[in-house]
């Protein structure tokens, strides 16, 4: 497989459920990214690990803790999610400061319920 | 307080006629642009960039304006085709691209009617 691939496309999770959303690339980047797409807002960055090492938190709640094993993977839990957390969560990848070849995945839809 | 700013959520055009697609910053640190171009059920994959010591770049059909004394870029397809019908977002960073940091817009929705 080639570029950002995210897993799983769609969610579906109870307020009270534990899931985990996976991003994976195989472009040799060693920076990666969680954004998080609501409907009618901007795209908002919530964390970039540059080499494993996470570099920005955007003052996001507790309720999503990622994890970054290794350059390739990185992986966003969730629990106690709220309902207005519901969107598109994408994860994207690049060299480390650098924007060129800043690659996004396909997203997975999340819905809180 | 948003940073980039797409004040239109939508545009509808015939094929074959020009898109223009309007942008604004209000961060005097930015000084990269680019646009991303994104198909429902896909994510955002770039399309064109502009660096502030320019105010033009064009690449085949896309061409991207920025005029910085008004912080302002708008984004021209010419001419639209409908499978240029997606949602455009506007992005921005400092640093000359050398920061991974890409702050986006809300996104427009572009409508190339047959």
């Known amino acids: 497989e080639t570029g950002v691939t995210q897993t799983p496309r769609h969610l579906v999770m109870g307020m009270t459920n534990k899931k985990s959303l996976k991003c994976e690339q195989h472009?040799?980047?060693?920076?990666m990214y969680w954004y998080k797409q609501s409907a009618k807002k901007p795209l908002e960055l919530m964390f970039v690990y540059n080499f494993k090492e996470q570099t920005e938190n955007n003052s996001v709640p507790s309720r999503f803790s990622p994890e970054c094993p290794n350059s390739s993977h990185l992986f966003l839990h969730l629990h106690t999610l709220q309902p207005e957390d519901s969107a598109l969560y994408l994860c994207a990848s690049s060299q480390p400061g650098a924007i060129y070849g800043y690659t996004f995945g396909s997203g997975t839809r999340l819905t809180v319920v | 307080d948003q940073q980039v700013k797409q004040n239109s959520p939508s545009l509808s055009v015939q094929e074959g006629r020009i898109s223009i697609l309007n942008c604004d910053y209000t961060?005097?640190?930015?000084?990269?642009f680019l646009w991303y171009k994104k198909y429902p059920a896909e994510g955002p994959t770039f399309l064109i960039s502009?660096?502030?010591?320019?105010d033009k770049n064009e690449d085949g059909r896309f061409t991207v304006f920025l005029n910085k004394s008004a912080k302002h870029l708008s984004l021209h397809i010419v001419p639209s085709q409908p499978g240029d019908s997606a949602v455009y977002f506007c992005?921005?960073?400092?640093f000359g691209g050398g920061s991974e940091k890409l702050v986006f817009g809300k996104g427009m929705k572009l409508t190339v009617n047959p």
């Open positions: 502009i660096s502030s010591i320019k």
């Open positions: 472009l040799g980047h060693n920076a």
């Open positions: 992005a921005a960073t400092p």
């Open positions: 961060n005097s640190m930015f000084d990269y």
